[in-house]
């Protein structure tokens, strides 16, 4: 059965940092791409960051030089650092793998799955 579970939320001053992590199971962890998105009230979900089985990351730009995004392939595990927190990053904060495997998805785009976790929350608040 797949897992993702998030963990590491809560309420923070701004200015100040949380880790965020995301444990996962059942799918082969090292061949996927990991991802952070959040969705705050009235808000599309937006991406934060994310990175590849090769561990080359991206970011949002209201993100860069703020949060930080790893992983640890023997634990199964993706981190998001967030630091220098602002009221606006107050959100449900989700973590997503996407099968990057075989020649399909290098042909195509199309990922062979787009796994969700249930969210965990961030609220920054003074």
């Known amino acids: 059965q797949v897992q993702l579970v998030e963990s590491g939320g809560g309420l923070v001053q701004p200015g100040g940092s949380l880790n965020l992590s995301c444990a996962t199971s059942?799918?082969?962890?090292?061949?996927?791409?990991m991802s952070w998105y959040r969705q705050a009230p009235g808000k599309e979900r937006e991406l934060v960051a994310s990175i590849s089985k090769t561990a080359t990351t991206n970011y949002a730009d209201s993100m860069k030089g703020r949060f930080t995004i790893s992983r640890d392939n023997a634990k199964a595990t993706v981190y998001l650092q967030m630091n220098s927190l602002k009221p606006e990053d107050t959100a449900v904060y989700y973590c997503?793998?996407?099968?990057?495997?075989?020649?399909?998805?290098?042909?195509?785009?199309?990922?062979?799955?787009?796994?969700w976790g249930q969210g965990t929350q961030v609220t920054v608040s003074s």
């Open positions: 997503n793998a996407r099968g990057e495997r075989g020649l399909y998805y290098r042909l195509s785009g199309v990922p062979q799955y787009d796994y």
């Open positions: 059942g799918f082969t962890f090292s061949s996927s791409a």
